[in-house]
Structure formats: C-alpha cells, structure tokens
C-alpha cells in the first residue's frame, strides 16, 4: 500500500505561479509513474500532469501545456508541480497520483492518490 501526501495549495492572483509536493511513503516502487489530477467544482476529474519513474517522459493536460512543470525526486519519493500564469480555470482541488501504468493514471484511473489540496485562482 502506498500513502500520498500533497502540500503547497493556496490562494494566488491570477499569473502568479505556485509549486506543489508530494511525498510517497509505504510500500512505493521506484517504477512508478507519478503525477497530478484536478477536479473543479461542478467538473468531472481530469488529467493534469505525469511523469515516467526515470524522468524521460513528461505528460501533460492540454489545459495546462506550456504553463505547468512536472519533475521528481526518486531519492525522496517527491514528484512536484510547478504552475505559471495561473487562471481561474486552474481553480481546482489537485491530486497526487501514482500508478505502475502510466495510461491509467492519464485516464484518471491511478492506483494511488492522496487527499489533495486546494488551489484557488482569485478573479
């Protein structure tokens, strides 16, 4: 069983950026795709951001290309987000993920994913 914890939602401006973290622990594989989903209010949860466990392949969301940045740290079992220019369509609470298949995790289907925390673009 894995446990993901993610940190660093808040309240921002419109085109301020933010960074998220999240921290896996229990019995996590270093094979693992890791990465992020959101879901808005009144919205169905979508596909924001992923990447494979050696760092060589980046997915990302249409909705978010060219603004977000995933990354990770495989020694501190982290994968972050790091979102620019961010709209009022980025309100959303977002979700650490984790799966061994990367497709499941990019069709919302992870096998893992946390609590999440709130993002909120003011307007």
């Known amino acids: 069983q894995v446990q993901l914890a993610e940190s660093g939602g808040g309240l921002v401006q419109p085109g301020e950026s933010l960074r998220l973290s999240c921290v896996a622990t229990?019995?996590?594989?270093?094979?693992?795709?890791m990465g992020w989903l959101r879901q808005a209010p009144g919205q169905q949860r979508e596909f924001v951001a992923a990447?494979?466990?050696?760092?060589?392949?980046?997915y990302y969301g249409d909705s978010v290309k060219g603004r977000f940045t995933v990354s990770r740290d495989n020694s501190k079992n982290a994968v972050y987000l790091e979102m620019s220019n961010l709209k009022s369509e980025d309100t959303a609470v977002y979700y650490c993920?984790?799966?061994?298949?990367?497709?499941?995790?990019?069709?919302?289907?992870?096998?893992?994913w946390g609590e999440g925390t709130q993002v909120t673009d003011s307007s």
């Open positions: 993920a984790e799966d061994t298949v990367s497709t499941d995790l990019r069709n919302g289907r992870p096998e893992y």
């Open positions: 229990g019995n996590t594989r270093r094979a693992y795709t």
């Open positions: 990447q494979t466990w050696d760092g060589g392949v980046s």
